[in-house]
Each structure stands twice: as structure tokens, then as C-alpha cells.
């Protein structure tokens, strides 16, 4: 017994310890703090006075600093408890991610009205995977109308825990059970609102609590914006709204449908393209068939009677699908004619009439695919991003109804060929629908659990035609084919479909060690993208394998970023989720990286490669910088400050990626605010890792907004769409000095005795924010791109 009692006085000694009262920052620091409430002396003089934050126990433990009459319901309380218990009581957090089974209960107060559970650091976890911090929900910018939050469910019946809080607690366990609530978006008021889930970008926003007043620094350093406020909002508006899109269109017939073709060689080109880049990734046609019936289609041309609407309908929007990636000079020299820059929307507008108009009770596999066509040209040309989970969702029920969700090997009246075109449309509908789930942070229509259709053969279309008798043998995975790319990426479907709904639940449950459970099967996945061969190289073929590869990267990598941002953005305050921080910087680096990549390749193939990951991948650095920079610790592990350059590498990738964004965006209907917000926060960032160049950083977002817009009135001055107002003032060359962004501070004179429009509304200094008025907080969770 002697032998046992030192240890037990050494430990009743360390229970006796004091813990210290300070703010999160100063403790982590090892400063003294003047616990001033509810910001502390010494971190208003930091560079971040908005990280000071205290645990849920300091309006117990500092009475005499703290009114707490300013918070209802806590100053009776406050002053019942400290009458009945000797020691500091912390609040729990109401949605704590820590599991309270394994706490130990302790007698609840009786005089209290509310039940004050006692809690502990960790306890409380970390604001980010639970919801916005109290930075961000404080902010202007985010008001009722367009609110970043989380919502908190009080619980009635909270455990509590041990009455004693020490600094030498074991630390959390990736066995633990998290119960989080993830952030959301929900925009306008009252019943009529929009909502936006727990994606990737609702995760991030929130850590750029200092992005209103940048904003505002540019704004102010650059007042003579005003001058081109209205040219600026018709562009972040989208110069076609009020114009073509809102146009009313006959009712289609073949005879209006023929008419809107260009000449043969010129459709010829636009499949040729529509082939190699889209359908290798979107497996919707078979390829035979839909040649055979385009050379049908021109020899019945001049007999409109005889070609099938549905065919015309489904050529439309495959040409539009490929309009962007074409070069319109070159088409309009096979054309013999100039083609309007809204003939592609033009082709969607009257496919989209048509399809409203058939009112097909009884869907086939055409229909099927002309609802899969109208979404994919939705999403490159930037039209109905909002609709998008809704349509998708649509389109899965519909495939449903038709009975695609099970193995077609159960009914012996379906042909062979039909067979494997029903595996093929199906992958793919619940493929889109996952995408666009991930990009507005939805849960997915489908669970594996919900249908058994076995996934597609790696066959080429050749070996498949209509009178086949049975199904072709299907080729080594190693072996390119037409269907490689959905052969290899279904293996990681029913996991990629588990993922999203696990991260877009209302509430996540689930332990720390099962999303490493998830980024392992995930990465295994990754890890066997065959190395392809082909029996005959050529430039096509090329483009397909490239296209193909790192679209499975990037759809893979984009699930694995949902499961481990909300982790990795706390990984510098929980060292127990440092593995999701490494995981997010190597994936946003390997897919920023293959987009440079493939922009020095081909422009057709940057364009291709673009998607809702780009975007993620672009403002997961930003904010891994923005953070990084804004701590300045010295002593800190992080790969940001003990590699060299790794910064400078890191702002290169992202300042390529916006470069082949403005590309992507100068040819979509909307998408000017998109690039204003993301040239925004690069300059931010940059000016928190250089401070010295501040100044520059901010005329280098003058610079990209007034070039991009310029840009954009220039591609169409001769178009119009544009209305009585043409170019607006960019038409009188005011704006100078724009050939190259240098990184240099630029001086603008704009010439204020240009004659203006009497509705032009010119506004003072104090009055206009262009910035944040062209930043639509609620939509910005729905970047899409193909």
C-alpha cells in the first residue's frame, strides 16, 4: 500500500491545479490576457481581433467583468449557481461533436429553471464543423437576406460530466461519437427562401470574416467604379437576361427546327467535338446508331416530314453542348456566314420548348436522353443552375418509374442491346445527380440500397448494334474503350453516394475514425484508375484517356474534399484531425495542378476539365493561406511555413485556375460575379501573405473586374442583345492602362465630361459598394461547369 500512495498524492496534487482564465488565443499563446469581454486587450490590437473567443464557462468564472444582463435567461441563473457550487461551471455546447456517453453524470441544481450541464474544452469542439463562427455570423454582409448559419437544437435532457476541467485531459479519440451540425446558406426571408446545404463552399465562407472590408479598402481606393456601376451590374447580371432569355418562342415544329442548322460542315465539326470531350465522360449516345441516323437525317433533309423530331431535338443540343469548345472563327468560315454568339442558347431555348410541349406520358430511352442533354447544356452554357438538383432529382424518379433502377437481366423481353443502353443511361443519371447534390450541398437523390442495375461493360460501340443475340465479352480494364471511363468510375459510386449523404444530413453522425474509413476505400479507388492501353494511338484517343483520367480524379477527389473540409479547416486547433488537413492540400494541389496541365495541353481540354472542384479546390487554398497568414505562428508544423515557396507555388496554381475560370465564365449566360468573388478573395489572401503589396493586390482586382468586363462588351459590341444601351461607357474608351496585369498599381482618369444617359444613376463614392452588390451570397454555393 505505501508503494501505491506517492503516485495517488502526486495526482490529487495535479487535480488541484487552477486552470487558466484566459481568451482561446492568449491561452494558446501563453500570454497574459486582460479578459476584457468580449474582446481581450491584446487581441484587439492583433490582426485578427475576431479569433477572441472564451469558453462557454467564462460568464461564470468572470462575475465581476462581464454584464450579464445582457444575455437573458443567464444572470438568475449565474447567480443561483455560483451560490450552490464552489468551483467555475461551463456551459455545454448544445450540439457538442463529442459523444456524451462515456461523461459521467453529476446531480442537476434543482433551483434552476433550465437545466447548466458542466462541460469542458473539448467538449464544445470546433465552431467550423459545428457551424459558422461567431466572426462570421457577426458580419454585416451577412444579413437576414443572405445568411451563412448553422442552426442550434437546444436539447432538454444534456448530460453532464465530471466537476473538475484539466489542462492534462487525454485527448479526443477518433472512436468517439460526433454528432454536428453543418453549416448552411439560406437566403431571402419569411417563406420564401432559398436554401443551400452543408457543401464545401457554406464550410469555407465563413473563414473570411475580413472580406467585407477589403472590399471596401478597394472600393474606396478606387472610387472612379462609379462612373461604370451600371455597366458592372448588367454584366454581373448576365447580358442575355433580359433579352433573348426572356423572349417568347413558338411552338418548334421540324420545319423551324431544320431552319436553325448550320450547314453540314459545320455540324459535322460540333459532333466530331461533341464526341471526343463529352460523351467519352457522359455516356448517353451509342455512337453507331446516332451517326447512322445523322446520315439518315441529311438525306431526308429536304423532306422535313420524314425525319423524326426527337432526332432533331437531341442534334440540337448536342451542338450546343460542343459550341464552346469550337473555334467560331474557323466555324464561320464553314459556314460561309457569321453565326450569332446566342445561336447555342438559341438551340437550347427551342429543345427546351419541345421537350415542354411533347407531354410524353411514357418515357423511352430518347427521351431520357434528350432530359439528360438539356442538363449538361443547362450547365455549360450556365443556365437554370438553380434548378439543377431539382431537375436531376426529376430525371432519377423518371428513370425509376420506367423501371432503370433494376437489373434489366430480369425481364426477358428487353434485348440484349437495349440491356446494356439501359446500364449506361442509368450510371449516368445517378451520376449527374450525385454531381449536382456535391455542388449544392444536397443529399443525393439515391442510395445503393435503391436499385441493383449492374454497371456498364467496358465495351466499345462497335461491338454493340440493335440485332445482336447476346452481349459481347467485355474487355481487360486495362484496355481503353468507349466505356472505360464509366466502367472505372462506377466501382466508387455506392461509396461516393454514402459519402454525400453522410455530409448533407441535417445532422452527422458519425465517428472521426469512419471518415478515415471513407478516405481509405476512396483512396483505394484512386489508387486503381487503370493505366490504359489502345490498339490505335491517335489525337482523339489521346484526348479521351486524358479527359477521362482526370475526371475520375476530380469526381473521386471532390467527395473525398466534402468529407474532410469541415475537419481540416480545424485541423490547427484539433491536432486529431491533422489528416484531414494533409488530405485537403494534396487533393486541391493535384487537381489545381492537373488543370494547368491540361490548359497547356489543349483549351478544349481546360475547358472540359472544369467544374464545381475547380472552384472548391481554388477557395480551399485561398483559405488555407488566408488562415495560415493570419496566425503567424512561428512554431507552427504546418507545411505552409516549413516548406519554402510552398505559398508562392500555391497562389501560382490558383492564379492559373482563375485565369482558365474567366475563360470558362466569359462564355456562360451568367457568371461575372462568380469571377468578381474569387478575384476578391486571391487578392485577399495575397495581401495577408505580402502585406507590403497590399495596395497593388487591390488595384489588381480593379484591374480583373474592369478587363473582364470590358471583355465581355467587346466579344459582343456588334450583337443586339445588348440592347439601346451597347456597350455602356466602356464604348468611349475611358478606362486605359489595361494590357497586362503587372501586379503594379494602376491610375484610372475617367473622363467625367462623357455625355452619360439621363436613367444612368450616378451615384457618390459612399453610396456604391460594386463589389458586394455583385456578389449573390446565396448562389454561390452553385458553381457549375462540364
Not at 479546390?617 to 512561428?634: F, G, M, P, T, V
Request: glycine share 4%; proline share 6%.
Amino acid at each position: 500500500m505505501a508503494d501505491v500512495q506517492p503516485p495517488q498524492q502526486q495526482q490529487r496534487v495535479r487535480k488541484r491545479r487552477r486552470r487558466t482564465i484566459a481568451c482561446s488565443q492568449c491561452r494558446s499563446r501563453k500570454l497574459k490576457c486582460d479578459r476584457e469581454y468580449p474582446t481581450c486587450g491584446r487581441c484587439l490590437k492583433s490582426k485578427a481581433p475576431t479569433k477572441c473567443s472564451y469558453e462557454d464557462g467564462f460568464l461564470w468564472q468572470q462575475p465581476n467583468t462581464v454584464d450579464l444582463s445582457t444575455f437573458p435567461g443567464q444572470a438568475s441563473a449565474a447567480t443561483t449557481q455560483m451560490h450552490q457550487v464552489d468551483r467555475p461551471v461551463a456551459h455545454l455546447t448544445p450540439d457538442s461533436g463529442i459523444s456524451r456517453s462515456s461523461v459521467a453524470a453529476r446531480p442537476q441544481l434543482t433551483n434552476s429553471t433550465e437545466t447548466c450541464p458542466v462541460g469542458e474544452k473539448r467538449d464544445r469542439f470546433l465552431e467550423t464543423v459545428l457551424g459558422a463562427s461567431k466572426a462570421a455570423v457577426n458580419q454585416e454582409f451577412m444579413n437576414s437576406s443572405e445568411l451563412l448559419h448553422r442552426p442550434r437544437h437546444l436539447s432538454a435532457n444534456l448530460d453532464s460530466r465530471a466537476d473538475s476541467v484539466q489542462d492534462d485531459e487525454p485527448p479526443v479519440s477518433p472512436s468517439q461519437q460526433l454528432d454536428l451540425l453543418p453549416r448552411i446558406m439560406m437566403g431571402g426571408k419569411e417563406t420564401k427562401t432559398r436554401y443551400n446545404g452543408s457543401g464545401i463552399f457554406a464550410n469555407l465562407i465563413a473563414e473570411f470574416p475580413d472580406l467585407k472590408s477589403f472590399a471596401e479598402e478597394i472600393r474606396l481606393s478606387s472610387p472612379h467604379l462609379s462612373a461604370l456601376r451600371l455597366d458592372l451590374m448588367r454584366v454581373s447580371k448576365g447580358l442575355w437576361k433580359f433579352k433573348l432569355l426572356d423572349e417568347p418562342l413558338l411552338n418548334p415544329d421540324n420545319r423551324s427546327l431544320i431552319a436553325l442548322l448550320p450547314l453540314r460542315e459545320v455540324v459535322d465539326e460540333l459532333v466530331l467535338l461533341f464526341l471526343t470531350h463529352i460523351e467519352s465522360t457522359h455516356r448517353i449516345l451509342h455512337i453507331p446508331s446516332f451517326l447512322s441516323g445523322l446520315d439518315e437525317f441529311w438525306t431526308n433533309k429536304s423532306n422535313p416530314d420524314l425525319v423524326a423530331p426527337a432526332f432533331l431535338v437531341q442534334l440540337l443540343l448536342v451542338l450546343a453542348c460542343a459550341w464552346n469548345l469550337a473555334d467560331q472563327s474557323a466555324l464561320e468560315l464553314q459556314n460561309g456566314a457569321a453565326l450569332q454568339c446566342f445561336t447555342a442558347i438559341e438551340w437550347v431555348l427551342y429543345a427546351e420548348k419541345w421537350i415542354e410541349n411533347a407531354h410524353i406520358k411514357r418515357p423511352d430511352i430518347t427521351v431520357l436522353r434528350l432530359h439528360i442533354l438539356l442538363g449538361i447544356a443547362h450547365n455549360i452554357h450556365g443556365m437554370k443552375r438553380s434548378k439543377a438538383w431539382l431537375s436531376t432529382s426529376t430525371l432519377v424518379k423518371q428513370a425509376m418509374l420506367a423501371g432503370y433502377h433494376r437489373d434489366p437481366s430480369l425481364y426477358s423481353k428487353i434485348s440484349p442491346f437495349n440491356k446494356e443502353m439501359r446500364r449506361r443511361i442509368w450510371t449516368t443519371i445517378v451520376e449527374l445527380d450525385l454531381r449536382v447534390s456535391l455542388e449544392r450541398g444536397m443529399p443525393p437523390s439515391i442510395q445503393e440500397s435503391d436499385y441493383d442495375t449492374a454497371p456498364p461493360l467496358n465495351v466499345n460501340d462497335a461491338d454493340l448494334h440493335e440485332s445482336i443475340e447476346g452481349l459481347p465479352t467485355e474487355r481487360p480494364s486495362d484496355e481503353f474503350t468507349d466505356c472505360s471511363f464509366q466502367a472505372a468510375l462506377t466501382q466508387s459510386l455506392p461509396l461516393r453516394l454514402r459519402a454525400c449523404k453522410l455530409m448533407h444530413s441535417p445532422r452527422i453522425s458519425c465517428r472521426y475514425e469512419e471518415i478515415l474509413r471513407l478516405d481509405w476505400e476512396m483512396n483505394r479507388h484512386l489508387s486503381k484508375i487503370p493505366n490504359w492501353r489502345v490498339s490505335e494511338w491517335n489525337a482523339r484517343v489521346s484526348d479521351k484517356m486524358t479527359l477521362a483520367k482526370s475526371t475520375i480524379e476530380n469526381t473521386i477527389g471532390i467527395s473525398l474534399l466534402s468529407i474532410h473540409t469541415p475537419f481540416a479547416i480545424e485541423a490547427s486547433r484539433e491536432p486529431l484531425f491533422a489528416p484531414s488537413a494533409r488530405t485537403r492540400l494534396e487533393l486541391v494541389t493535384m487537381m489545381l495542378s492537373t488543370q494547368r496541365q491540361l490548359r497547356e495541353k489543349s483549351g478544349s481540354l481546360s475547358l472540359c476539365n472544369l467544374g464545381d472542384w475547380t472552384v472548391q479546390a481554388y477557395c480551399s487554398i485561398c483559405q488555407l493561406l488566408h488562415e495560415e497568414a493570419a496566425s503567424r505562428d512561428i512554431h507552427s508544423t504546418s507545411l505552409i511555413h516549413t516548406l519554402p515557396g510552398l505559398p508562392e507555388s500555391l497562389i501560382s496554381l490558383v492564379e492559373v485556375a482563375l485565369t482558365c475560370l474567366e475563360s470558362r465564365l466569359l462564355l456562360v449566360v451568367k457568371g461575372a460575379k462568380e469571377y468578381f468573388f474569387m478575384s476578391t478573395i486571391l487578392a485577399l489572401v495575397k495581401s495577408k501573405l505580402w502585406p507590403a503589396q497590399a495596395s497593388a493586390y487591390k488595384q489588381e482586382v480593379v484591374e480583373r473586374v474592369i478587363r473582364f468586363a470590358q471583355t465581355l462588351f467587346t466579344m459582343h459590341s456588334e450583337c443586339n442583345h445588348l440592347g439601346n444601351r451597347g456597350m455602356g461607357n466602356f464604348k468611349t474608351n475611358q478606362i486605359l492602362g489595361l494590357d497586362g496585369l503587372q501586379g503594379r498599381s494602376l491610375q484610372f482618369v475617367p473622363d467625367l465630361n462623357v455625355p452619360m444617359p439621363d436613367d444612368f444613376g450616378l451615384m457618390g463614392p459612399a453610396d456604391l459598394d460594386p463589389f458586394l452588390e455583385a456578389f449573390d451570397w446565396g448562389e454561390l454555393t452553385g458553381f457549375t461547369f462540364e
